[in-house]
């Protein structure tokens, strides 16, 4: 597929990698280190996760949308 950037293992080992502490009533805060990968993932995607907490009601969003087939085609 023209513009793939990461194989399949890089893609699995950066979203396994893609750890978060849970602050309840809070959210989310990120525990993982930035890489080229995950300014990919950010940019595909349009969200951010590397350097903000995280919403429970954000985090739900980011899982629905990326399960759309289209967004995952441009990755």
Same mark, same amino acid.
């Given at each position: 597929?023209? %513009?793939e950037k990461?194989t399949s293992?890089?893609?699995?080992? %950066?979203l #396994? +990698?893609?750890? /978060?502490y849970?602050?309840p009533a809070?959210? !989310?805060i990120? &525990?993982y280190t #930035? &890489? +080229? @990968?995950? *300014?990919? $993932?950010?940019?595909? @995607?349009? /969200? #951010?996760? +590397? !350097?903000?907490?995280?919403s429970? =009601?954000?985090? =739900?969003?980011?899982? =629905? *949308?990326?399960?759309k087939?289209?967004? $995952?085609?441009? @990755?």
């Amino acid at each position: 597929m023209v %513009g793939e950037k990461f194989t399949s293992h890089e893609i699995i080992t %950066g979203l #396994r +990698d893609m750890n /978060f502490y849970s602050v309840p009533a809070e959210g !989310y805060i990120p &525990t993982y280190t #930035r &890489t +080229d @990968f995950t *300014d990919a $993932l950010h940019e595909a @995607f349009g /969200f #951010r996760t +590397d !350097y903000q907490i995280v919403s429970l =009601k954000q985090m =739900k969003i980011i899982f =629905k *949308d990326t399960k759309k087939e289209k967004i $995952l085609r441009t @990755f």
